[in-house]
């Protein structure tokens, strides 16, 4: 076999993966959904049942009447039927989680002067004099047809006539992100430093000693029992995983407040080499990060949202997943993080059975029904015999945020769920304004939607998440009011500027 005929083999086996993920539903993601859903279906059933018991004894107002009369001169079963109840109100309510409001959430923007235009990321490319025209032409492409414009932020290392990342430097990038937006957060909300009992931060690419949570107890003389968390390694999807956690602890702590943090440092991850597959977070990934405070009662402010669920997805048992988002060095010990080509197919696995176990939790029964139904029936009569019954996620949510990882991103996940163009504007729009700023991005498209004044009671948000390992994680809120736009903050100056046609040149 020739080079020629073994690229076309690896390309068709590639192909192959690329398969849309709603001709391959497995069924025991579908079982997990309505596991989860039907875990206080008793509590649901037992009211109607008890109707239906004494209608069914033929019992009337009379007879009711009669029946309490009787309980009345009988203290013993009085006494007795009260303890029932108490103790089954006693026992749903404990079985039941403590909601979890999210009180509010700031997001960062740097300052003007670092800007970073497509014309000026290729500037400060070529002035290192460590790429190769055939990188710097490769550099140009993908942030031509990234969706990225030319207002995102990188750290001031990166336009230095020779940039050398430091731990200084990412400690001053990461600080300088981090304070201000928790800063932010606690001028919006009125709330004290010390009021916080669980703090949790993520940063997948930079993990110092002592932590950024640290140094954020350290900024704002937080109380010394802080429970503080620091998540590293854990890609672009850490930010759910972090709000799963908080809501995790607070259901043991419930009577504290939980802050999130969530930021990536560009200042000591920027590859300065020549491999292709490690040059594309170069061209994507941007400054930013975002904070945001929850709590298990509406304290002294109004909570805007209500978290409903959080699902998670891990696909690190495979290889395949395991290795598409990938640090390490190059042929000339150069580290950078490696993005392979199976990438998007993993991302689509991934998502699959994520939305395949959130789905029975948020779809309308009919939904439910007419997907369920037609899955059991391709898997007796075969998956060429009967279409894929796509279910139609815009019934039961009204705002999409998903990951602003890439333009290519986006286009798979709107064509695969069927989702309009305004569905995709809050994400298409934060990748064009600020570049994929990692586990931040998802805050920053949901305060796009609340600059617009599109977010109102009783709407449903939608947050999806792919992250390294590889991971897809789901967040679904309800507002709990008309959330207005009011003060400074990331999109105040630019939102009537959008949107705009988000142009790829090829």
Same mark, same amino acid.
């Given at each position: 076999?020739?080079?020629?005929?073994?690229?076309?083999?690896?390309?068709?086996?590639?192909?192959?993966?690329?398969?849309?993920?709603?001709?391959?539903?497995?069924?025991?993601?579908?079982?997990?959904?309505?596991?989860?859903?039907?875990?206080?279906?008793?509590?649901?059933?037992?009211?109607?049942?008890?109707?239906?018991?004494?209608?069914?004894?033929?019992?009337?107002?009379?007879?009711?009447?009669?029946?309490?009369?009787?309980?009345?001169?009988?203290?013993?079963?009085?006494?007795?039927?009260?303890?029932?109840? @108490?103790?089954?109100?006693?026992?749903?309510?404990?079985?039941?989680?403590?909601?979890?409001?999210?009180?509010?959430?700031?997001?960062?923007?740097?300052?003007?002067?670092?800007?970073?235009?497509?014309?000026?990321?290729?500037?400060?490319?070529?002035?290192?004099?460590?790429?190769?025209?055939? $990188?710097?032409?490769?550099?140009?492409?993908?942030?031509?047809?990234?969706?990225?414009?030319?207002?995102?932020?990188?750290?001031?290392?990166?336009?230095?006539?020779?940039?050398?990342?430091?731990?200084?430097?990412?400690?001053?990038?990461?600080?300088?992100?981090?304070?201000?937006?928790?800063?932010?957060?606690?001028?919006?909300?009125?709330?004290?430093?010390?009021?916080?009992?669980?703090?949790?931060?993520?940063?997948?690419?930079?993990?110092?000693?002592? $932590?950024?949570?640290?140094?954020?107890?350290?900024?704002?003389?937080?109380?010394?029992?802080?429970?503080?968390?620091?998540?590293?390694?854990?890609?672009?999807?850490?930010?759910?995983?972090?709000?799963?956690?908080?809501?995790?602890?607070?259901?043991?702590?419930?009577?504290?407040?939980?802050?999130?943090?969530?930021?990536?440092?560009?200042?000591?991850?920027?590859?300065?080499?020549?491999?292709?597959?490690?040059?594309?977070?170069?061209?994507?990934?941007?400054?930013?990060?975002?904070?945001?405070?929850?709590?298990?009662?509406?304290?002294?402010?109004?909570?805007?949202?209500?978290?409903?669920?959080?699902?998670?997805?891990?696909?690190?048992?495979?290889?395949?997943?395991?290795?598409?988002?990938?640090?390490?060095?190059?042929?000339?010990?150069?580290?950078?993080?490696?993005?392979?080509?199976?990438?998007?197919?993993?991302?689509?696995?991934?998502?699959?059975?994520?939305?395949?176990?959130?789905?029975?939790?948020?779809?309308?029964?009919?939904?439910?029904?007419?997907?369920?139904?037609?899955?059991?029936?391709?898997?007796?009569?075969?998956?060429?015999?009967?279409?894929?019954?796509?279910?139609?996620?815009?019934?039961?949510?009204?705002?999409?945020?998903?990951?602003?990882?890439?333009?290519?991103?986006?286009?798979?996940?709107?064509?695969?769920?069927?989702?309009?163009?305004?569905?995709?504007?809050?994400?298409?729009?934060?990748?064009?304004?600020?570049?994929?700023?990692?586990?931040?991005?998802?805050?920053?498209?949901?305060?796009?939607?609340?600059?617009?004044?599109?977010?109102?009671?009783?709407?449903?948000?939608?947050?999806?998440?792919?992250?390294?390992?590889?991971?897809?994680?789901?967040? @679904?809120?309800?507002?709990?009011?008309?959330?207005?736009?009011?003060?400074?903050?990331?999109? $105040?100056?630019?939102?009537?500027?959008?949107?705009?046609?988000?142009?790829?040149?090829?």
């Amino acid at each position: 076999m020739d080079q020629h005929d073994l690229n076309l083999q690896i390309k068709e086996e590639r192909e192959k993966k690329k398969i849309s993920w709603l001709t391959s539903v497995k069924l025991k993601y579908v079982k997990l959904g309505y596991w989860d859903a039907s875990r206080h279906f008793v509590w649901f059933v037992a009211l109607p049942v008890l109707f239906v018991a004494i209608a069914s004894l033929g019992l009337g107002r009379h007879d009711l009447h009669r029946l309490c009369e009787a309980l009345h001169y009988h203290l013993a079963n009085l006494l007795a039927c009260t303890a029932a109840m @108490v103790f089954a109100a006693t026992l749903y309510a404990f079985s039941r989680p403590t909601p979890v409001y999210l009180i509010d959430f700031a997001c960062y923007k740097p300052p003007d002067e670092l800007k970073c235009s497509r014309d000026r990321f290729i500037q400060a490319s070529r002035s290192t004099g460590r790429f190769t025209q055939e $990188s710097i032409d490769f550099q140009r492409k993908i942030v031509d047809r990234s969706g990225l414009g030319d207002e995102t932020y990188l750290p001031p290392v990166v336009f230095m006539a020779e940039p050398r990342g430091s731990m200084a430097l990412a400690r001053e990038e990461t600080e300088m992100v981090m304070f201000s937006a928790v800063e932010e957060l606690l001028d919006k909300t009125q709330i004290k430093a010390k009021e916080v009992g669980i703090l949790i931060v993520n940063c997948s690419l930079f993990v110092p000693t002592p $932590s950024l949570s640290a140094a954020i107890v350290r900024r704002f003389g937080m109380r010394g029992n802080i429970q503080s968390y620091n998540l590293g390694g854990m890609g672009c999807s850490a930010g759910v995983i972090a709000v799963a956690l908080a809501r995790d602890l607070l259901q043991v702590h419930p009577e504290t407040l939980a802050m999130v943090v969530s930021t990536e440092s560009c200042t000591l991850n920027w590859y300065h080499g020549n491999d292709r597959a490690k040059l594309l977070p170069n061209c994507i990934f941007r400054m930013g990060g975002a904070a945001l405070l929850l709590a298990t009662s509406s304290r002294r402010i109004k909570p805007k949202y209500e978290l409903v669920h959080a699902v998670r997805t891990h696909k690190g048992a495979s290889d395949e997943s395991y290795q598409c988002v990938f640090q390490d060095e190059d042929s000339s010990g150069t580290i950078g993080v490696n993005l392979s080509k199976d990438l998007m197919a993993q991302a689509g696995d991934a998502l699959k059975t994520n939305i395949t176990t959130l789905g029975p939790l948020i779809l309308p029964v009919s939904e439910q029904l007419c997907f369920f139904a037609t899955l059991v029936a391709r898997k007796l009569l075969g998956n060429r015999k009967i279409k894929p019954y796509i279910p139609d996620f815009k019934l039961a949510v009204e705002h999409f945020c998903i990951h602003a990882g890439g333009r290519a991103v986006l286009d798979a996940i709107q064509h695969n769920l069927g989702l309009s163009a305004r569905h995709l504007e809050p994400s298409r729009i934060t990748l064009h304004r600020f570049g994929n700023t990692s586990s931040s991005s998802l805050w920053y498209e949901l305060g796009y939607a609340e600059a617009k004044g599109r977010v109102r009671r009783g709407h449903r948000v939608w947050q999806i998440a792919f992250g390294s390992g590889f991971k897809c994680n789901s967040a @679904v809120w309800v507002a709990l009011r008309d959330v207005e736009p009011r003060g400074p903050g990331a999109w $105040s100056d630019c939102i009537d500027r959008y949107p705009v046609p988000v142009v790829a040149f090829d």
